[in-house]
């Protein structure tokens, strides 16, 4: 069955500094997969996603992703941080039947 | 993309009550799910809305507890029945296509 894994359920970086979201996949073909936001009391916006074609895939609000299929991964990341960025972040795989199985999140806080 | 609307977006129950959430999609979606996010964690698929035909429900839920109707392309709603405590939850709704799915702001239910 298809799993996601989210290492670190919380990461704290400085404003300005690198973000790294790590998320993991276990699936025998690549599926697609998605990074969602979760802004407190609100509901999941799409960040990005990978279907096929290129590897790294670009989002919104400066965030981008990178398929590796030799490490099963879909890492999450942002050159530098910004105070609007605190939030929950989702990694996700689409399965069969296309609904989505979700990773446990990573709640992202940003230092001043 | 798409727009989805929730009714209630909150609401306190009682227990031994039901509460009918409804889900508004503003285009012809594909397909259309629900799902809970309990505190603190991640998203946990509850079913999947078919139109026209009875709901496909995940391992550990079932239609008498979580009825839910599809009458259309662009609607559904989710039942919560006979509610106790350890239903107070977030309730989202999602619908999309193949490559994207969108959420709902979610219904935040609580259970005294």
């Known amino acids: 069955a298809q799993s996601v894994t989210q290492l670190g359920s919380h990461v704290s970086v400085s404003e300005g500094a690198l973000v790294l979201l790590r998320c993991n996949y276990s699936s025998s073909v690549p599926p697609y997969l998605f990074w969602y936001v979760q802004y407190p009391n609100q509901g999941l916006q799409l960040l990005l996603k990978?279907?096929?074609?290129?590897?790294l895939v670009k989002g919104i609000n400066g965030f981008e992703a990178e398929f590796k299929k030799s490490e099963t991964s879909f890492h999450l990341t942002k050159p530098s941080a910004h105070m609007s960025d605190a939030a929950e972040y989702f990694c996700?795989?689409?399965?069969?039947?296309?609904?989505?199985?979700f990773g446990g999140g990573t709640r992202l806080m940003v230092k001043p | 993309s798409a727009v989805i609307s929730q009714k209630p977006s909150r609401d306190i129950c009682q227990r031994g009550t039901s509460l009918t959430i409804q889900c508004q999609v503003d285009?012809?979606?594909?397909?259309m799910f629900w799902y809970r996010q309990q505190p603190g964690q991640s998203l946990t698929l509850i079913a999947t809305?078919?139109?026209?035909?009875?709901?496909?429900?995940e391992s550990g839920f079932v239609i008498d507890k979580f009825p839910i109707s599809r009458p259309n392309l662009t609607f559904s709603t989710l039942t919560v029945s006979n509610m106790s405590p350890e239903d107070s939850s977030i309730y989202l709704c999602s619908g999309g296509d193949m490559e994207k799915l969108f959420f709902g702001s979610g219904t935040q239910l609580s259970v005294l």
């Open positions: 285009s012809q979606v594909t397909m």
């Open positions: 996700a795989a689409r399965r069969a039947g296309n609904m989505l199985t």
């Open positions: 809305a078919n139109q026209g035909s009875e709901a496909t429900y």
């Open positions: 990978y279907t096929t074609g290129a590897t």
